[in-house]
Each structure stands twice: as structure tokens, then as C-alpha cells.
């Protein structure tokens, strides 16, 4: 079975927030900053988790143990905020494990018993699958499921021909669906509306 120890987890926090008006990751929900409380849940799953934000020193102070920041770079020519997909990639680079774990900064109700399940899945996920993620009403949820590290030179072509967007990506390869108990757990806290239901 995946242990913890054969599991890394990337966690994105380089979003403009542009509408919440201010850093997600750094917004206190119930006392804890989102970024932090994202963290503390990875740390039931994995082993080694990686912060990847073009600005590590915004969240220095912040009380994330185990957790490693990766700096991002810009591509050449282009602006920092790249989007998470490139966020990704550059993460995805440090990976040593086969499986991991990618969360986005700024989701509140993620409930570690289904990450746990989800984790004992992956086993027996298909050679041919890139991913395991669980689908919704709008597509894919990329930015909290499982992608194999060996899918880095696909995403890397991908990226290199201008492609920017998760959906696009995946429709290209077989991603195994996992299931989900609840959608709820995937709600995205986006604008001051979603912090107030948070
Ligand atoms: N590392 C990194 N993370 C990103 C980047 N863009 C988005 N993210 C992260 O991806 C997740 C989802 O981001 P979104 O909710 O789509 O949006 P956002 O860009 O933060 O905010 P908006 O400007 O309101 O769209 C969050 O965890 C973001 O921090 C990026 O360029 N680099
Ligand atoms: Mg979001």
C-alpha cells in the first residue's frame, strides 16, 4: 500500500486573489491562516510536503513544520503569476515519489478521512492513468487530487506550447476518477461571499 513515506504533497500558494482582494493563504479561518490549516491537513498524508510560492518569505512566520518552501520562477518573458499549472510543474521537479498530492492553499473544508481513503487507492490505479482525481459538475478538480511524477515531461511540453489550464491538460490522458463522498470538502474560498460561509 502508498505509505506516507512514499507520498509528497504540493501545496500552491502563489495566487494572485485577486477576488478576495487579499492573500488567500494568509486569511485566518477559525484561528488559523488557510495556508497553515491546508498544511497541517497534508501532514496526515504525507511525509514531505512542499510549499511552492514565488514569495516564501510572506509565509516564514507562519507555523508550517515539515513543510519546504519552493521558491517559483517566471518563465522566461513572462510576468510571475503564472497560474497553477506552471506553479505546479516547477514543484513537481523536486518530486521523488511516485504519487503526489496537490492541494490548493485556499480550501477550507478538506476532510483528512477522505484524502487518508483516497491515499489507499492509489495502488491500484491503472498503469495508464497520469491522475487520480475526483470530477465534478464543472470537470475535474485539479488542485486537490493525486498526479503520478513520471507525467512531468508531458506537463512540461504541454506548458512549453503555451498550455495553461488543468482541464485542457488532463482531457488529453486517462485520469482514474476517484470518488467523493461529499463536494463540500472541495469548496474553494475565492471572494469575501465564500469567507463569509466559511
Ligand atoms: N504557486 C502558484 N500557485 C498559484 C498560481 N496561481 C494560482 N495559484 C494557486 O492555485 C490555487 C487556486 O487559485 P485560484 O483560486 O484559481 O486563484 P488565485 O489566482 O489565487 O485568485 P484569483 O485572482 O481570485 O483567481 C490557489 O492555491 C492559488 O494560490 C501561481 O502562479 N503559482
Ligand atoms: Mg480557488
Known amino acids: 500500500m ?11 500558494a502563489g495566487g494572485k486573489s485577486s477576488r478576495m ?3 488567500k493563504a494568509l486569511i485566518s479561518i477559525q484561528g488559523m491562516p488557510l495556508l497553515q490549516r491546508v498544511c ?13 510560492t514565488p514569495w516564501p518569505e510572506r509565509y516564514q512566520d507562519l507555523l508550517l513544520p515539515s513543510c519546504q518552501f519552493i521558491r ?13 499549472l506552471v506553479g ?18 485556499d480550501l477550507p473544508r478538506l476532510r483528512v478521512e477522505v484524502l487518508q481513503d483516497w ?15 475526483a470530477h465534478h459538475p464543472k470537470g475535474w ?11 512531468l515531461p508531458q506537463l512540461l511540453e504541454f506548458i512549453n506550447q503555451g498550455g495553461r489550464s488543468f482541464q485542457q491538460w488532463l ?16 469548496f474553494n474560498c475565492n471572494t469575501p461571499e465564500d469567507l463569509a460561509l466559511s
Open 2 to 12: 502508498t505509505t506516507r513515506r512514499e507520498l509528497t504533497t504540493i501545496v500552491l
Open 21 to 23: 482582494g487579499q492573500d
Open 40 to 52: 497541517s491537513i497534508a501532514q496526515s498524508c504525507a511525509d514531505v510536503i512542499y510549499v511552492v
Open 72 to 84: 517559483e520562477i517566471p518563465l522566461s518573458g513572462e510576468p510571475l503569476a503564472h497560474g497553477p
Open 88 to 105: 505546479f510543474a516547477q514543484g513537481l521537479a523536486e518530486v521523488q515519489t511516485q504519487w503526489v498530492l496537490l492541494l490548493a492553499c
Open 119 to 133: 491515499v489507499t487507492r492509489l495502488d491500484r490505479v491503472g498503469d495508464d492513468k497520469v491522475a487520480a482525481l
Open 141 to 151: 478538480e485539479p488542485l486537490c487530487g493525486f498526479y503520478r511524477r513520471r507525467c
Open 171 to 186: 482531457q488529453q490522458y486517462p485520469v482514474e476518477v476517484l470518488p467523493l463522498p461529499e463536494l463540500e470538502m472541495l
